[in-house]
C-alpha cells in the first residue's frame, strides 16, 4: 500500500484528527521562508543582519525603521492566495475529519482557504494594534505611507506606534492560543505534522502533548522527530494532502 492511500484509511478511520503546520505549507503559495539558507543570505546582504535579528523586540522598539522596511518586504503577501495544502485541510474540516489546524505562519492563507478553528501560534500578518492604546488597524492602515513617518506607521488616536499582531523574538507566545493548541492535539487521535522542520521552540514543543496512535510527517526533508512517527512522507505538502482528499472524497 502506498503512503497517500494508507494517510487515506488513516483519516477515514480517525474520529479526531489534528493538522500542525509550518512554513512550508506557505512556501507553495509563494512565500519564501525567511529560516532558509537562502533567506538568511539574502536578509544579512540586503539589511545588513539577520532576520532572527531584525525581528526582534529590540530592533522594533530601537530601530523600528529597519524593523518596518523588512517586515513590509518580506513578510507580506497580499497577492498569495491558499494552495493545494490549505484547501484540502479546509476540505477535510468541511467533511467532519479535521477538528483544528494549528500553524506557525502569519499570512491567514488556511481562513482565507476555508479553515474556520486555527490557532496562529505567531499571531496574524492581518491585525494591527497600537503599542499604547490599544486601537486596532488594518494590514492596509500600516502600508498606507500616509499613515507613516520614516516607514513607521502611527495611531490616529494617541500618535504611538502602530504594530503587527505577530509574535517577535523575545517575546512569549500567547498563552491563550498555546493552551488552545495543546488542548486539541491531546484530544487527538490522529496528528499530521507538514512543512516543518520542528526546529523552532516552543512550537515545536506541541508534538509532546500527543497522546494518540498514529503521529503522521509530511515535510520535503527529514526531520529530528521521524523516528517517532507511524508514517512519514518526504513530498510536497500540498500534492501529498491534494491526493489523499482526492481519493476521500472519490
Not at 44 to 73: A, C, D, Q, W
Amino acid at each position: 500500500m502506498d503512503t497517500v492511500t494508507q494517510l487515506a484509511n488513516w483519516l477515514k478511520a480517525s474520529e479526531n484528527c489534528v493538522f500542525f503546520g509550518g512554513a512550508g505549507v506557505s512556501t507553495e503559495s509563494g512565500i519564501p521562508d525567511f529560516r532558509s539558507e537562502k533567506g538568511l543570505f539574502a536578509t544579512k546582504e540586503v539589511y545588513g543582519f539577520s532576520p532572527e535579528e531584525i525581528l526582534s523586540y529590540t530592533v522594533f522598539m530601537n530601530n523600528p525603521s529597519l524593523f518596518f522596511r523588512y517586515y513590509k518586504e518580506n513578510l507580506i503577501a497580499m497577492d498569495a492566495r491558499p494552495n493545494k495544502a490549505h484547501q484540502a485541510l479546509a476540505a477535510l474540516e468541511a467533511w467532519g475529519k479535521l477538528k483544528a489546524v494549528i500553524t506557525q505562519n502569519v499570512d491567514g492563507l488556511h481562513q482565507a482557504a476555508g479553515s474556520h478553528t486555527v490557532y496562529e501560534l505567531h499571531g496574524s500578518n492581518w491585525r494591527q494594534y497600537c503599542i499604547e492604546c490599544g486601537t486596532g488597524y488594518s494590514l492596509a492602515y500600516i502600508l498606507d505611507e500616509e499613515n507613516c513617518k520614516e516607514g513607521v506607521p502611527y495611531c490616529q488616536a494617541c500618535s504611538s506606534i502602530v504594530r503587527p499582531a505577530v509574535v517577535l523574538y523575545e517575546e512569549p507566545l500567547d498563552m491563550s492560543v498555546m493552551n488552545a493548541s495543546i488542548a486539541a492535539i491531546e484530544a487527538a487521535d490522529m496528528l499530521i505534522v507538514g512543512g516543518t522542520s520542528l526546529a523552532v521552540y516552543p512550537a515545536a514543543g506541541l508534538l509532546h502533548y500527543f497522546k494518540g496512535e498514529r503521529l503522521v510527517l509530511i515535510n520535503k526533508s527529514p526531520t529530528a522527530y521521524d523516528g517517532l512517527a507511524q508514517l512519514v512522507i518526504n513530498d510536497s505538502i500540498g500534492e501529498v494532502l491534494d491526493s489523499v482528499v482526492s481519493q476521500l472524497l472519490a
